[in-house]
């Protein structure tokens, strides 16, 4: 067998080889798309996974992150560890998270959470999606001021450096 012509008929061209780089890149990191908004966050009250009423009404003066995902969402389940650390890393600086399930089940919450340990609140959305807007796909974000605007919208996953970028400018905010 003549190795030089193996190796040469299974050396992938350089089209080739960029495709599969950004396949892989959307595949490890999906565009998520901002827009950027000014619109009152509504009033709505949740009870959260360990049974706590939370309340945006009562996150004023926080900048929060309005998160919704789903277990059967390998995105949304992506991003998760991402929106962990950044909750670990802010949650003294005036930052808080919700996340809100789109799950038809609380059960199949819990059973996911069951082994993992994001200590940032947990809900279900029951329909809330429709009073923020439009929630066309999940995960989808919502970043709100400490005055309870929402700020931006993100379609898609996010991740720590994103979140970063769109959340500093508003914890600096008076």
């Given amino acids: 067998m003549d190795w030089q012509k193996l190796r040469k008929r299974l050396t992938p061209s350089p089209f ?3 495709l599969l780089l950004a396949i892989a890149y959307i ?7 901002v827009s950027d908004l000014a619109k009152p966050a509504p009033e709505v009250v949740f009870q959260t996974m360990d049974g706590k009423q939370v309340s945006l009404e009562s996150l004023r003066g926080k900048v929060v992150l309005v998160n919704f995902w789903a277990t059967w969402c390998p995105y949304c389940l992506k991003e998760m560890p991402a929106i962990e650390a950044f909750y670990h890393d802010y949650q003294g600086k005036d930052f808080t998270v919700l996340a809100l399930s789109t799950d038809n089940s609380e059960q199949d919450v819990r059973n996911y959470l069951k082994d993992r ?3 940032f609140p947990i809900a279900m959305s029951e329909g809330s999606s429709t009073l923020f807007g439009e929630v066309k796909q999940i995960p989808t974000s919502f970043i709100i001021d400490k005055h309870g605007v929402i700020r931006h919208k993100v379609s898609g996953q996010v991740y720590y450096g994103r979140i970063k970028e769109l959340v500093e400018p ?3 905010q008076k």
């Fill in 170 to 172: 508003l914890l600096e």
């Fill in 117 to 119: 340990h994001y200590t």
């Fill in 16 to 18: 080739t080889l960029i």
């Fill in 27 to 33: 595949w490890f990191r999906p565009p998520a798309f």
